[in-house]
C-alpha cells in the first residue's frame, strides 16, 4: 500500500484547527485559552496542537487532555554545523506537519510562535491551508517575522512599538481558564496548603522559572525578615532545587510553599496579594486579568529584552512596578529587591494599586482569536 493511501485510510473525517507554537509555557499557555474558545465555538472542529519536543509542551498539554503531537525543530545558525543540523530538523519537521495537516483535516493553521512553527506554517503554505498569526510579545521574535510573510492574517497580543504596522490590530493576550481566580482570597490560600489570614507573596519565574529570583528571595528572607512580619509565600521554583530555598524560609521563620510548577494558576493568583514576577506576556496577561499589584524583573539573558516593553505600560500605569534583573542577589537586593519590599510594607499603595486594576477593562482576546480562525478555516 503506498504512505499515500496509508494516509487517506486514517485521514480524519472530522475538520481540524491547528495550534502551532511551544517550547515554554508563554506559547503553550495561550495556545489552550484559545482552544477553550474554540470548543466552546465550533465544537464541531477538533483542536490540534502541533507543539515543540520539549517537556514542557507535554506536560501542560497532557494536563488538560489536549491533543497533540510534537513537531522536531531548531532555532536557525548560520554557523555551517548547526546550519545543517538546522536544515534536516526543518524538512524533518516540514514532513510530520504536512502528515498531521494532511490527516486531521486541517482548516486553519493559528502559529503561536517558538522554532516549531516554522516547518508547519511552510507545509500549511504548500497545502494551501490559511494561516493566523498571533503574535505574543510586544517584540516579535526571529521565528514570528518568517511567518509573517507567510501569514494569511496577523493579529497581537500587544503593542509592538519597535514595529508598529506588524499586525492588522491588537486583541489583548488569551489567558486559559487555569489561570483565572475563581475563588475568594481565604479559599484559594486554604486550597494551596497556606494560612488563610496572611498576606501572600507569589513568586514565579514562569513554567521554567528564574534562578535570578530565587536567589534574591534566600537573601531577603535572611536581610529583610521583618517585612515578612504577617506574610507568607508561594513560591514556583521551576526546575530548580526547591530545598535550600525551604531552608531559607524556615530559618527566618517565614511561612512558604515551594513548588516545582502549578498548572492551576488561577489558584496562585487568587491567594496573592502581591506578586514577583518575569514579564513573559503570559505573566503579565494574568497580573493583569487577576487584579495582582506585581513586581516585574524581565528575563535579562534576551539581547532584544522584549519582556521589558511587556510590562512598561504597566508601570507607566502606576499598576506595577518594572526592575531590571541585574542576576546577582547583592546588586538586586538593592533595587528589585527594594522595590518589592516597599509594596509589602505600604499597604495603601498597593491596594490602591488594585483598585487601579480591578477597574480596567478586560478583553476576551481568545474568543477574538478563535472567531478570526474559524472564519479562515470555514472558508478555506
Given at each position: ?12 473525517a ?32 477538533d ?14 498539554l ?13 532555532g ?10 538546522f ?13 498531521l ?16 512553527t ?15 498569526l ?50 475568594p ?17 507569589l ?46 524560609y ?52 534576551h ?70 480562525a474559524?472564519?479562515?478555516?470555514s472558508?478555506?
Amino acid at each position: 500500500m503506498s504512505t499515500e493511501a496509508s494516509r487517506t485510510e486514517v485521514r480524519s473525517a472530522r475538520r481540524s484547527i491547528v495550534l502551532a507554537g511551544g517550547g515554554t509555557g508563554g506559547h503553550i499557555s495561550p495556545g489552550i485559552a484559545i482552544a477553550e474558545a474554540l470548543q466552546e465555538m465550533v465544537p464541531e472542529f477538533d483542536r490540534v496542537f502541533a507543539c515543540s519536543t520539549r517537556a514542557v509542551d507535554a506536560r501542560m498539554l497532557e494536563h488538560v487532555g489536549a491533543d497533540f503531537t510534537p513537531i522536531q525543530a531548531e532555532g536557525l545558525s548560520l554557523k555551517p554545523a548547526k546550519l545543517l543540523s538546522f536544515a534536516r530538523s526543518f524538512l524533518a519537521g516540514r514532513a510530520a506537519a504536512r502528515e498531521l495537516l494532511e490527516r486531521r483535516r486541517a482548516g486553519a493553521v493559528i502559529a503561536l510562535g517558538g522554532y516549531v512553527t516554522g516547518p508547519v506554517v511552510d507545509a500549511a503554505r504548500r497545502l494551501g491551508v490559511p494561516v493566523l498569526l498571533v503574535n505574543l510579545d510586544a517584540t516579535p521574535g526571529k521565528a514570528n517575522r518568517w511567518v509573517a510573510r507567510r501569514a494569511t492574517r496577523i493579529l497581537t497580543a500587544c503593542p509592538t512599538p519597535t514595529r508598529p504596522n506588524f499586525a492588522e490590530r491588537m486583541v489583548g493576550m488569551p489567558v486559559r481558564r487555569a489561570a483565572i481566580a475563581s475563588l475568594p482570597p481565604r479559599e484559594a490560600r486554604e486550597r494551596l496548603g497556606l494560612e488563610p489570614g496572611l498576606h501572600t507573596l507569589l513568586v514565579t519565574g514562569a513554567s521554567q522559572g528564574a534562578a535570578s529570583l530565587n536567589e534574591l528571595l534566600r537573601l531577603l528572607v535572611e536581610k529583610e525578615r521583618t517585612a515578612f512580619g504577617g506574610w507568607q509565600v508561594l513560591h514556583l521554583v521551576g526546575n530548580a532545587d526547591a530545598a535550600p530555598l525551604e531552608a531559607a524560609y524556615r530559618a527566618a521563620s517565614v511561612r512558604a510553599r515551594v513548588l516545582p510548577f502549578l498548572h492551576e494558576m488561577g489558584l496562585a493568583w487568587g491567594a496573592a496579594d502581591l506578586a514577583l514576577s518575569r514579564a513573559g506576556a503570559n505573566s503579565v496577561a494574568e497580573a493583569l486579568l487577576n487584579a495582582v499589584p506585581t513586581v516585574y524583573a524581565p528575563y535579562p539573558y534576551h539581547a532584544d529584552l522584549h519582556q521589558k516593553w511587556n510590562a512598561q505600560p504597566s508601570h507607566d500605569e502606576g499598576i506595577a512596578i518594572l526592575c531590571d534583573d541585574l542576576i546577582d542577589a547583592e546588586k538586586n537586593h538593592a533595587t528589585l529587591g527594594a522595590a518589592l519590599v516597599s509594596l509589602m510594607t505600604d499597604h495603601s499603595r498597593r491596594e490602591n494599586m488594585r483598585t487601579k486594576l480591578l477597574a480596567r477593562t478586560k478583553d476576551d482576546a481568545a474568543r477574538e482569536i478563535a472567531r478570526v480562525a474559524v472564519s479562515l478555516a470555514s472558508n478555506a
